[in-house]
């Protein structure tokens, strides 16, 4: 290592010691988002898993299939579909009709949602998860770049 003293001016390092960044005259405007996919947004704002995603285009490509159906073509546990028909109908991405069975009994036959109605659902939860993420953004302590729940 060189320790060249020569006719260098000194430097002032005391900013650099503060352990702060200067901000940007730009703010945050400059940043460069990404567009989500339809997958994110169900899974970001309505709190849905991949399994949930699985079983819900399986239900649009077979409108009126039954959880033993799904479950079958999805190669999945019935009680792993049923609990994602569950979190999808509370999400009011399908709906469910209960149908008689000739010999006695019934099965509930499962149908996605018209797009418009799945559109104005997921409107109203983005402005309630809004919300809510703007709470949090407010509520925390953003310090050093570790996030503390506030």
Known sequence: MSSDTGSSPSRDWS?????????????ASGLQIADPSASAVLQTVLGLRSQDLATYEAVGSQPGASTKELA????????????????????????RQRRLLDGGGYFYAYFAEPGEVV???LSEALDQWIAA???????????????HSG
């Open 15 to 27: 900013s650099l010691m503060t352990n702060r960044c200067e901000p940007d005259s730009g703010s």
């Open 72 to 95: 079958t073509d999805l190669d999945r546990d019935r009680s792993n579909v049923n609990r994602s028909l569950t979190r999808l109908n509370e999400a009011v991405l399908v709906c």
């Open 119 to 121: 559109m104005d659902r």
């Open 133 to 147: 993420a703007s709470s949090t953004i407010k509520t925390h302590q953003w310090d050093d770049g570790i996030v």
